[in-house]
């Protein structure tokens, strides 16, 4: 059985601040870049951007976070970038899950973890492990995240426990191998750095999610900028198919 509501067989709720924020974090090239910097350096500040909306969300009583880190197309940047990409997240890992352990944050790694070394994946399943029992904010990290992966990868995890499914199964038996089966579908989903594509982000959870665009490049994404969104979020009308008089007639 599902644990949530799936927005196309059913009318999920809309809170006021959205229960699930996803995040495509863009723009630390072009932030470091205005400042004369190797574009590294505009992902070394990006981290501190994500502590901050760690901070801010569970502030705010947003229960998930979801942020894309590297997608699996990401993997066609220079060699030296994509290294120094992988080494920031190892080091991040290091430093930061004990933090998140103390306040009661429960981290989640997505994506296709098999193309990362063995120290790195020994790392994402300690890490997994440890705050599996905190039930504070959930933090997802997408790494080498692509959104058609994850619906092959669900199709192939159901056929294989379900090899009479082979050519008829339902939206409802493919959610549970989808990769962020323990969280309700974003209710938010905000873009930095100006760009207005998905990117091969979540593809199948976004069905209804809000979208939200803006210029501010990730390094320069603050508390003020995230609550901006979530205004935007809170002035939009969710129908999830039905008609606006529907929603009013609902409402008296
Ligand atoms: C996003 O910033 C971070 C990753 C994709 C890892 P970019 O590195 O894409 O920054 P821009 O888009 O080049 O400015
Ligand atoms: C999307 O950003 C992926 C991440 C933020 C991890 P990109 O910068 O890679 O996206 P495109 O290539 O401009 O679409
Ligand atoms: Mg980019």
Redesign the pocket.
């Known amino acids: 059985m599902a644990l949530f509501r799936s927005s196309t067989r059913t009318i999920p709720a809309s809170p006021e601040v959205p229960r699930h924020i996803a995040i495509?974090?863009?723009?630390?090239?072009?932030?470091?870049?205005q400042r004369l910097l190797p574009?590294i350096a505009?992902?070394q500040r990006?981290v501190e951007t994500v502590r901050e909306m760690v901070k801010t969300c569970r502030q705010l009583g947003v229960e998930y976070l979801t942020l894309?880190?590297?997608?699996s197309e990401?993997w066609r940047?220079p060699a030296d970038?994509v290294s120094f990409?992988m080494q920031l997240f190892l080091k991040m890992l290091e430093r930061e899950v004990s933090k998140l352990h103390e306040n009661n944050v429960r981290l989640k790694i997505i994506g296709d973890l098999s193309r990362f070394d063995e120290q790195l994946r020994q790392y994402i399943t300690d890490a997994e492990k440890l705050t599996s029992a905190n039930d504070g904010l959930t933090l997802t990290i997408a790494a080498n995240y692509g959104g058609r992966w994850d619906i092959m990868h669900a199709v192939e995890g159901l056929w294989k426990a379900h090899p009479e499914m082979q050519g008829n199964f339902a939206e409802e038996d493919l959610e549970p191998y989808l990769s962020m089966h323990y969280a309700p579908e974003p209710d938010l989903f905000i873009r930095t750095?100006g760009?207005q594509r998905i990117s091969n982000f979540l593809l199948w959870q976004l069905a209804y999610t809000e979208l939200y665009f803006t210029e501010i490049?990730?390094p320069s994404f603050d508390r003020a900028a995230l609550e901006a969104a979530i205004q935007s979020y809170q002035k939009r009308e969710r129908r999830f198919g039905r008609t606006s008089e529907q929603l009013t007639e609902n409402q008296s």
């Open positions: 495509i974090m863009d723009g630390n090239g072009r932030w470091a870049k574009r505009g992902h990006g894309f880190a590297f997608s990401n940047r970038e990409l750095g760009e490049l990730w």
